[in-house]
């Protein structure tokens, strides 16, 4: 079974960066649609950015468009989200997400990392 653990996330102050990282275990990422998710209690949860091994589409979410990558390392079997000029809006818990084939953007994931917290504030 896939196995999906978050890292990267942390307090940085507006206009700052952060690189989430996803990492994959149990199965290589090859044939998986991975996505980030992000989420604030109380709101809804939102897609971010999207990426998929199985047929090459990529998605990001207008609110994040040219701030936000998304990329892999297949090697590391890993996933990473490169959030530069952050704003206090971006704060939320981040989580990564998978489904086996699939296609951007991500609906339906069968599995879900833990999630990690992403803070914005001067």
């Known amino acids: 079974q896939l196995h999906l653990v978050e890292s990267g996330g942390g307090l940085v102050q507006p206009g700052g960066s952060l690189r989430l990282s996803c990492a994959a275990s149990?199965?290589?990422?090859?044939?998986?649609?991975i996505g980030w998710f992000r989420q604030v209690p109380g709101k809804e949860r939102e897609g971010v950015a999207c990426?998929?091994?199985?047929?090459?589409?990529?998605t990001i979410a207008d609110s994040v468009k040219g701030r936000f990558t998304i990329s892999r390392d297949i090697a590391k079997n890993t996933v990473f989200l490169q959030m530069n000029s952050l704003k206090p809006d971006d704060a939320a818990v981040y989580y990564c997400?998978?489904?086996?084939?699939?296609?951007?953007?991500?609906?339906?994931?069968?599995?879900w990392g833990q999630g990690t917290q992403v803070t914005v504030s001067s």
């Open positions: 990426f998929s091994l199985y047929d090459g589409s990529t």
């Open positions: 997400a998978a489904r086996h084939w699939g296609t951007c953007p991500l609906s339906r994931p069968d599995t």
């Open positions: 149990g199965f290589g990422l090859r044939g998986y649609t």
